[in-house]
T-cell receptor, first 112, second 114 residues
Framework: KQEVTQIPAALSVPEGENLVLNCSFT??????LQWFRQDPGKGLTSLLLIQSSQREQTSGRLNASLDKSSGRSTLYIAASQPGDSATYLC???????????FGKGTMLLVSP | EPEVTQTPSHQVTQMGQEVILRCVPI?????FYWYRQILGQKVEFLVSFYNNEISEKSEIFDDQFSVERPDGSNFTLKIRSTKLEDSAMYFCASISRAVNTEAFFGQGTRLTVV
């Protein structure tokens, strides 16, 4: 059974810092990995989908990397801003119909 | 930009009552899902739906739950007799094809059972 772990559980940084969020998964036979953002009490906003054949995917200040063999992904956020404050979730699909297994998330607080 | 919409955003119900949560997936998507998130816990898969039938369900999705696509646009989750432990945020999601495709989630329905 796939297990997804995210480290750290919480992170507090001053504005402008570059930061790295980590995600690990136990079963490396995945098609892709998706990073989401969740604001308090709100839905899940897709940030990046990185295919198993890719090593990196970029969107603006966000860069996700994937190392299938070691079961790890990182989300790099450049020049963090207070508006980046949210919980960041990673998820991997299980076999079959792409049902997702989620990590518990990293709660990020960026202070001005 | 196309989006998944869910209604209501918040529902309060008494224990034992039936509730129906509604979702309108993205129009050209073929696979539909319900997930839930109990406060402070992980997002958990409940059920997937394709070609007008359930394709996969988790242990959580017992006989108290059912899903339906009553017309070409809506996708509903019914909880027959709600329990206190059903209180959670329920998310609907859709994807366009089975593999290697981005999942889009709605804003969620917060269900509170009292």
């Amino acid at each position: 059974k796939q297990e997804v772990t995210q480290i750290p559980a919480a992170l507090s940084v001053p504005e402008g810092e570059n930061l790295v969020l980590n995600c690990s998964f136990t079963d490396s036979a995945i098609y892709n990995l998706q990073w989401f953002r969740q604001d308090p009490g709100k839905g899940l906003t897709s940030l990046l989908l990185i295919q198993s054949s890719q090593r990196e995917q970029t969107s603006g200040r966000l860069n996700a990397s994937l190392d299938k063999s070691s079961g790890r992904s990182t989300l790099y956020i450049a020049a963090s801003q207070p508006g980046d404050s949210a919980t960041y979730l990673c998820a991997v699909p299980n076999s079959g119909y792409s049902t997702l297994t989620f990590g518990k998330g990293t709660m990020l607080l960026v202070s001005p | 930009e196309p989006e998944v919409t869910q209604t209501p955003s918040h529902q309060v119900t008494q224990m034992g009552q039936e509730v129906i949560l509604r979702c309108v997936p993205i129009s050209n998507h073929l696979y539909f899902y319900w997930y839930r998130q109990i406060l402070g816990q992980k997002v958990e898969f409940l059920v997937s739906f394709y070609n007008n039938e359930i394709s996969e369900k988790s242990e959580i999705f017992d006989d108290q739950f059912s899903v339906e696509r009553p017309d070409g646009s809506n996708f509903t989750l019914k909880i027959r007799s709600t329990k206190l432990e059903d209180s959670a945020m329920y998310f609907c999601a859709s994807i366009s094809r089975a593999v290697n495709t981005e999942a889009f989630f709605g804003q969620g329905t917060r269900l509170t059972v009292v």
